[in-house]
């Protein structure tokens, strides 16, 4: 074999593992189902939120009185959490402190490996007093 042979050989396999790696990047984002705010009956001041995610991620919530966007959400420094959540499985978490008596959207995205944000999901909570 001539070095001519071996490097075309070489570019071959350098472009089909281009093409296979491509082929395999997802670019879908994770799609929510189930998405649920409800105010703890145990703990007044504590709301729990339930969701289920299509893909692995990184879930953002914010309760919030406002509306918030992708970045906002992310970038909520109380009423909030974060946290991974597994394929198809349901995950349920509190959010505490939740004491203005008012009623409260929960902001809702997951990221998955990929980078890839899901559409914001929202439920309604109305706190205790409100």
Not at 48 to 61: L, Q, R
Not at 78 to 96: C, H, M, Q, R
Not at 100 to 129: C, M, R
Request: proline share 2%; with cysteine.
């Amino acid at each position: 074999m001539n070095k001519k042979s071996l490097y075309f050989g070489l570019v071959i396999l350098v472009v089909a593992m281009s093409v296979m790696f491509t082929a395999c990047k997802d670019d879908k984002a994770p799609v929510l189902s189930g998405v649920s705010a409800k105010v703890s009956s145990s703990v007044a001041t504590t709301v729990t939120v339930k969701f289920k995610s299509n893909e692995k991620g990184t879930y953002y919530c914010a309760l919030s009185k406002t509306a918030l966007d992708k970045a906002a959400i992310k970038a909520a420094t109380t009423l909030k959490s974060t946290g991974e959540v597994e394929k198809d499985k349901e995950k349920s978490f509190d959010i505490t402190n939740v004491t203005e008596p008012t009623t409260y959207k929960a902001y809702l995205i997951v990221e998955d490996e990929e980078g890839n944000v899901s559409d914001i999901a929202t439920a309604n909570v109305a706190a205790a007093g409100a």
